[in-house]
């Protein structure tokens, strides 16, 4: 079958109930994009995947990607987790079970953000038919519903790339976009936004933008996400909503993803998320940053 998927998705956000009512259904791929960042003393933080975790328990019948190997995170950029040219994320997809004729629910064990990075890089390779798991592995083990353990692979299939470069923006955009009146928004926490704690090079933030934290988005007894009118009122809130033109960041490009899906999912239409965020910003001393 081409053209159409098998099984429609109702939103960009499921639940564990309809999630857990589709299991098996032809045309679904379910994945655990799970990645861990941890304390690190040369690099302050170090990714590690969650490959382990994910063979070790996983929604029944859900394979793995992994953005800390070369498929999904360019092997020649520069900083980590840079987004690969859409084809070749088309390519990588495919080779998962990822196909124009399929629907791909996504989720990580806690932090929704690996499946929200996901998500964006499925959009700018061309692909709409993909749902983030709300509350993700957490929730659905704290529902008491089955697990696995081992590892599941889909056959390979062909998804065709129709590149949306309008989603992505470097450091050139984000001047651009500070100049030009845009909402240049922050994703990480109202501690690093204001220059305290773990940082990237430089603390703070860049020059100009604001903050919603993409932790604050969750309901944290039970790692869904907050209600949507609660979370549309904090994009208002910020000036992201009601914007022109937005662009999110964060460290690196991950973070951000969840202020692109919300912002999405709220109807804007005009958002670009800065893939290398601060990884990249604060490695030229000539780009402004500001804390306090």
Not at 213 to 228: C, G, M, Y
Not at 266 to 278: C, E, K, Q, W
Request: proline share 7%; with cysteine.
């Amino acid at each position: 079958m081409t053209g159409s998927s098998l099984i429609t998705l109702p939103d960009s956000l499921v639940s564990t109930d309809w999630l857990a009512a589709h299991l098996g259904s032809p045309g679904l791929r379910v994945f655990d994009a799970t990645c861990f960042l941890l304390p690190d003393p040369k690099t302050t933080l170090r990714a590690e995947s969650g490959r382990p975790a994910y063979e070790a328990a996983h929604i029944p019948g859900a394979a793995f990607l992994d953005i800390t190997g070369d498929e999904f995170s360019d092997p020649a950029g520069a900083f980590r987790f840079t987004m690969p040219k859409p084809q070749r994320l088309a390519d990588a997809f495919g080779a998962h079970g990822i196909g124009d004729d399929t629907a791909v629910v996504l989720y990580a064990v806690d932090n929704p953000s690996w499946a929200t990075r996901f998500w964006w890089m499925l959009r700018v390779a061309g692909f709409d038919n993909a749902a983030v798991l709300d509350g993700g592995l957490k929730k659905w083990q704290a529902e008491g519903r089955p697990v696995e353990t081992g590892t599941a692979r889909y056959p390979s299939a062909s998804m065709t790339a129709r590149p949306r470069p309008h989603l992505v923006v470097g450091r050139d955009g984000v001047l651009e976009a500070l100049g030009g009146g845009a909402c240049v928004i922050n994703a990480l926490s109202p501690e690093q936004h204001r220059g305290d704690g773990t940082h990237y090079g430089r603390p703070g933030r860049i020059a100009g933008s604001g903050n919603v934290a993409s932790r604050d988005l969750l309901d944290p007894a039970t790692n869904a996400f907050k209600p949507q009118a609660e979370i549309a009122g904090m994009m208002r809130g910020s000036g992201a909503l009601d914007a022109e033109r937005v662009v999110p960041y964060c460290g690196g490009g991950i973070a951000a993803s969840v202020t692109t899906f919300w912002l999405t999912r709220l109807g804007h239409t005009n958002v670009a998320l800065y893939d290398n965020s601060l990884s990249e910003w604060v490695t030229d001393p000539s780009l402004p940053m500001e804390t306090g």
